[in-house]
Each structure stands twice: as structure tokens, then as C-alpha cells.
């Protein structure tokens, strides 16, 4: 069962609730650029990035699955 705690994926890949799978995959692509550790330099904003990053994966895993994707919403 989901708990509220739960983040919004919608919100972290910055997306309407309603938005296409295209859509999805073009967030997630332009996230992954932006937060991806490998690509920080800078060694105190590592640590953000990478749960940015984290967090950013596990929402587009729930919604590039169609079943998985129903299932939230």
C-alpha cells in the first residue's frame, strides 16, 4: 500500500499527471543531463545530485510501465 509520505514521481520528473510517454522520456532525458553524478565536479553538490538522481530514476521506472503507471495513478 502507497503511504503519503511517498513522493510524487509526476513532480519529480516535473510533468503533468496526464503527460504522454513521450513526454516522460524527454524529462527524464533532460533530468539525467543535469543531475547525473558522474557529470558533477564539484564534490558538496555530489551528494544532492545523486539523490536527485536516485529520485529521478525511481519515478521514471513507475511511469515508462504502463501497468506500473495505472497502478499509481
Known amino acids: ?19 504522454s510517454p513521450a513526454t516522460i522520456r524527454s524529462a ?15 564534490e558538496a553538490l555530489r551528494a544532492e545530485k545523486q539523490a536527485m538522481f536516485d529520485r ?3 519515478a521514471y521506472e513507475l511511469l515508462n510501465d504502463s501497468r506500473k503507471r495505472r497502478k499509481y495513478d
Not at 500500500?1 to 503527460?19: F, G, H, R, W
Not at 527524464?28 to 564539484?42: E, F, I
Open 1 to 19: 500500500m502507497d503511504t503519503p509520505q511517498k513522493e510524487d514521481p509526476y513532480a519529480a520528473l516535473s510533468v503533468p499527471n496526464d503527460a
Open 28 to 42: 527524464y532525458k533532460k533530468l539525467m543531463l543535469q543531475c547525473h553524478p558522474d557529470k558533477v565536479r564539484d
Open 56 to 58: 529521478v530514476q525511481r
